[in-house]
């Protein structure tokens, strides 16, 4: 069965800090894996999307890294800003396959 | 060049009856999904149209319905609501079913009473 765990389902850290989410996942086979940012109250917003041969892809302080073999993923943000407190989402999508498979989310929250 | 957009926004409905969201994805975005939002079960598929035909559908009770139109705007059906759908309801749009990237609307929250 496809899962994508996330952890940890909260954080609280201090603004200017950085942390780093993690995201593992058994889809196979396996396509591309994206990670989202969620706004309370808003729909899911793009951050990145890596396919297999991608080892690491940033968007501004947001980094993603992706290691196929172990079937591990994290986002790691830099100098954390209060606007950053949000929902972060994993999705991983299978080959010839439409549907995604979705993390329950990490919940961050930036505190001044 | 616009986002997509669901209508409404909010929706509060009793239990039995039965409701009808809308989204409007991006210009040129041939395939629309629809999710359910819920703070236990995170977002779940609910199912995927691309030109006007039902590509993909998740694990969820004949209640749930949708249509897509010509113009590419969808429309999601739930009847006999139970106290169990409120929810958000998110719709997202791309280029192309598959591995494209997703771009969502706001949502329509729906509470059942």
Redesign the interface.
């Known amino acids: 069965k496809n899962q994508v765990e996330q952890s940890p389902q909260s954080l609280i850290i201090l603004e200017g800090k950085n942390c780093t989410l993690q995201c593992n996942y058994t889809v196979s086979p396996f396509s591309n894996l994206r990670w989202y940012k969620q706004d309370t109250g808003r729909g899911p917003v793009s951050l990145t999307i890596m396919t297999f041969s991608e080892n690491t892809k940033s968007n501004g302080r947001y980094t993603a890294t992706l290691d196929a073999d172990t079937k591990q993923s994290s986002l790691h943000i830099t100098a954390s800003q209060l606007s950053d407190s949000a929902s972060y989402i994993c999705v991983v999508s299978a080959q010839g396959y439409s549907t995604l498979t979705f993390g329950k989310g990490t919940m961050l929250l930036v505190s001044p | 060049k616009a986002g ?1 957009t669901q209508t409404p926004r909010y929706l509060i409905k009793t239990r039995g009856q039965q409701v009808t969201l809308s989204c409007s994805p991006i210009s040129g975005h041939r ?1 629309v999904s629809w ?1 359910q939002q819920t703070p236990g ?5 609910l199912f ?1 149209y ?1 030109s006007e035909t039902q ?2 559908k ?1 694990n969820f009770p004949g209640r749930f319905s949708g249509r897509q139109f010509s113009n590419s705007r969808s429309e999601m059906n739930v009847s006999t609501l139970e106290l169990g759908d409120s929810a958000l309801y ?1 719709c ?1 749009s791309s280029l192309r ?3 494209n ?7 329509t ?1 729906l509470s059942v009473l």
Not at chain 2, 41 to 45: A, D, I, K, M, T
Not at chain 2, 101 to 107: M, P
């Open positions: 997509v395939s999710y079960q995170g977002l779940q598929f995927e691309f590509r993909n998740g998110l997202a079913d598959g591995g990237i997703q771009y969502f609307g706001a949502g929250r």
